[in-house]
């Protein structure tokens, strides 16, 4: 079984940062890419940043130059850097990875719980 686990919501005013962290535990072969997505109440969820094992990255325009996602892959870990929130990031924020648990396994896509980030204006 893979598990991912987030950290590092909360509630923190405009202009603020967070760091949210999700790592990956269980049975791990390899890791093909990671991402975090949001939702915000009554909205679908959305992509905010993925992250390829070899680093390419790919960000919503709406954090373009705002957020960074880096990834440790030792530590299968994710991480997503947010400056400068705005009231409109409040949402819950998902982890994704794609991970393949066997050399010979296909690749599936596991989600973590959800952590809240808040910004109050």
């Known amino acids: 079984q893979v598990q991912l686990v987030e950290s590092g919501g909360g509630l923190v005013q405009a202009g603020e940062s967070l760091r949210l962290s999700c790592a990956a535990s269980?049975?791990?072969?390899?890791?093909?890419?990671m991402g975090w997505h949001r939702q915000a109440p009554g909205k679908q969820r959305e992509l905010v940043a993925t992250?390829?094992?070899?680093?390419?990255?790919n960000y919503a325009d709406s954090v373009k130059g705002r957020f960074t996602i880096s990834r440790d892959n030792a530590k299968n870990t994710v991480y997503l850097q947010m400056h400068s929130l705005k009231p409109e990031d409040t949402a819950v924020y998902y982890c994704?990875?794609?991970?393949?648990?066997?050399?010979?396994?296909?690749?599936?896509?596991?989600w973590g719980q959800g952590t809240q980030v808040t910004v109050s204006s």
């Open positions: 992250i390829s094992s070899a680093g390419n990255t």
């Open positions: 269980g049975s791990i072969f390899s890791i093909i890419a």
């Open positions: 994704n990875a794609e991970i393949q648990e066997g050399r010979y396994y296909v690749p599936y896509d596991y």
